[in-house]
């Protein structure tokens, strides 16, 4: 079955203490993306890759790292978390050079709390 | 600044009348258009694009609208269900060429669909 997995689903942590959402896709896929979702602020983009060893940022990268070393893997890392980035987190992937164009494939979400 | 705007935050319509959703954008350089629907707990799925050539898509009971001039599209659910209450929103991307990897999303428009 073609999937987006997203580790953990859930999380609560505390401020500083470094972590990381893993993101995996089974489809061969060249893009991937990270997104936050925040209450009236619908879905903003984080980071994106558009194949392995390439990425940049989207609208809102301050405080995230990422990585593309695999073309399946797209970890999210969050070296010193803060609590303004408590959200509901999700990856995403699609195929081809057109990467934002295609209809992307979204994994169920990550809810991280920061305390 | 919110680039791509979705000024309704919810709509609520019969079985089987149109629901309409309206998204604003202000970039005039976006050229490729998308919109995703959400479900809780899930992550969002593609439902239709259009690109900036076109004014129309259609796809079975969802037509997409775009008013270049207006910087404006809409989404046409003909006839609606209660399957399709779930949050919808549009995205937005380009110029094509230089960006096929960021992606901007609007904040969603919380549609319901009463039996």
């Known amino acids: 079955e073609a999937q987006v997995t997203q580790n953990p689903r859930y999380l609560i942590t505390v401020t500083g203490k470094k972590l990381t959402v893993t993101c995996s896709q089974n489809?061969?896929?060249?893009?991937m993306s990270w997104y936050r979702q925040d209450p009236g602020l619908g879905l903003r983009q984080i980071y994106y890759?558009?194949?392995?060893?390439?990425?940049d940022k989207g609208d809102v990268p301050e405080g995230y790292k990422v990585s593309r070393k695999e073309k399946r893997n797209f970890p999210l890392i969050l070296e010193s978390p803060s609590p303004n980035q408590t959200s509901l987190y999700f990856c995403a992937s699609s195929t081809g050079l057109k990467g934002s164009n295609q209809p992307q494939h979204f994994g169920d979400g990550t809810r991280l709390s920061i305390l | 600044d919110q680039q791509v705007k979705q000024n309704s935050p919810s709509l609520s319509v019969q079985e089987g009348r149109i629901s309409i959703l309206n998204c604003d954008y202000t970039n005039s350089m976006f050229d490729y258009f998308l919109w995703y629907k959400k479900y809780p707990a899930e992550g969002p799925t593609f439902l239709i694009s259009?690109?900036?050539?076109?004014d129309k898509n259609e796809d079975g009971r969802f037509t997409v609208f775009l008013n270049k001039s207006a910087k404006h599209l809409s989404l046409h659910i003909v006839p609606s269900q209660p399957g399709d209450s779930a949050v919808y929103f549009c995205a937005a991307s380009g110029p094509g060429g230089t960006s096929y990897g960021k992606l901007t999303f609007g904040q969603g428009t919380i549609l319901t669909v009463h039996p």
């Open positions: 890759s558009m194949n392995v060893e390439v990425t």
């Open positions: 489809m061969n896929h060249e893009y």
């Open positions: 259009i690109s900036s050539i076109k």
